[in-house]
């Protein structure tokens, strides 16, 4: 029988996705009959990551400060390429080749999980347009249900500020996640993107 440390280790891994029973025991038991340094060290990492990391008060990219390093950063391009979570933007800075900034929206828009345009970022993207000089928007949200009606909603909101819109090339195939999309196809669409509304 289990004790009741193992027992909440078990249920932590549990509650990771994509992670069931079998996985949480292996990854368990992996850390318990290796080398105590490989626990040690994910201890602490995980110590770190809960005192030290915070939201970006200006893109709300998830960071160890606020400003981010990309928001702090003096070199980037006056683009917005806007996500729907951090992991998103991470993903796309994996590439190498995208150079501009983020705006994290918080999520999608979805009424069924009663998800509303008033509980994403979306005014404080309108306002870091303005701010910060930018001259070109690019929605990279989820080509599902939900991420082409919040792309959608944000180019109309966007429409007044007079900002060029793009919208990331459909190499993606529809339904795609972006954290899960290989980095060439990821520089590829934002390379070939194109006015948001054109086909």
Do not use: W
Not at 48 to 66: A, G, K
Not at 172 to 194: C, H, Q
């Amino acid at each position: 029988m289990e004790n009741d440390v193992i027992t909440r280790v078990l249920e932590a891994f549990k509650r990771l996705p994509g992670v069931g029973e079998r996985t949480a025991r292996r990854f368990l038991f992996y850390l318990l009959e290796r080398d105590r340094a490989v626990l040690s060290d994910l201890a602490q990492a995980l110590r770190e990551l809960e005192t030290r990391v915070v939201q970006c008060s200006v893109c709300h990219l998830i960071d160890v400060s606020s400003p981010c390093h990309i928001c702090s950063a003096q070199n980037r391009e006056p683009i917005i390429c806007v996500v729907s979570s951090s992991r998103e933007a991470y993903a796309i800075e994996s590439t190498g080749t995208y150079k501009g900034k983020y705006h994290v929206l918080g999520g999608l828009i979805n009424p069924v999980e009663g998800i509303t345009p008033e509980d994403l970022f979306i005014n404080d993207l309108k306002k870091r347009i303005e701010s910060e000089g930018i001259q070109e928007v690019i929605i990279a949200l989820p080509s599902n249900t939900e991420g082409e009606i919040t792309a959608h909603y944000v180019a109309n909101a966007l429409k007044e500020t007079g900002v060029k819109i793009s919208i990331l090339a459909r190499g993606l195939s529809y339904g795609a996640d972006l954290e899960y999309t290989d980095p060439l196809t990821l520089e590829r669409a934002l390379n070939y993107r194109v006015p948001y509304g054109e086909k």
